[in-house]
């Protein structure tokens, strides 16, 4: 019924900043680069990132595959990339961000910058940016210089402290379901993140039939 589309489009509205979109990716999909660098090239600062494919994955799970989509207008010399998401009668939410192109594979690296800003301004990987930025040992690496191996360690660690501890992999459970015990974990301590669930849930239920037959 135009009734029932109406309130399942308020439902659909409501579910583009579900609280899926802002969990915490588990610490093994992490990544992290140096930025600045003391004077001697002995230390840099340690500055976390995802991958692109981390961030569609994470759109087809929350949103579903079909009910997302991107495009990439220019802006200058800036590269523009805008996520839309579908609320419902044919009708999209836009947000966008920009990148310049990066030293490494200029128009692929401004494309996929572009995109993962895009994201951020969908909660995707936002808590990232509130992570602390720790000085650490680096060697060279070409051109530029990357983080020793030994470091590593000090950098899982932070990203554990700012969360739930990952999930311990037993033996036959595969690694999208230790990604979403990691998920569920990581949510238990987020106050935020239980209570938007709670509002979801109350006006998921709230719709005829406590909207089963939109499930259906």
Known sequence: TEAGGASYALWRSRMIDFAALK???PPGRIS???GSTTQDKKKGMALAYIDARDVMER???AIGAANW???YPHAGQKTVCEIGIYVGDGNWVWKADGAGDTDFE???GALSDAFKRAAVRWGIGRYLYDLSAPWVEIEPMGKSFRIKDDQMGKLQKLLI???APPVKVDKGVTASETAALNAVNACKSRPD???LLSREKAAFEALPNGGVDRVR
Request: charged share 25%; proline share 5%; aromatic share 10%.
């Open 23 to 25: 969990v915490p990716f």
């Open 32 to 34: 992290w680069r140096v």
């Open 59 to 61: 759109l087809d799970q």
């Open 69 to 71: 989509q991107c495009r």
């Open 106 to 108: 200029a128009d692929k």
């Open 161 to 163: 402290s700012g969360g």
């Open 193 to 195: 993140i239980i209570a």
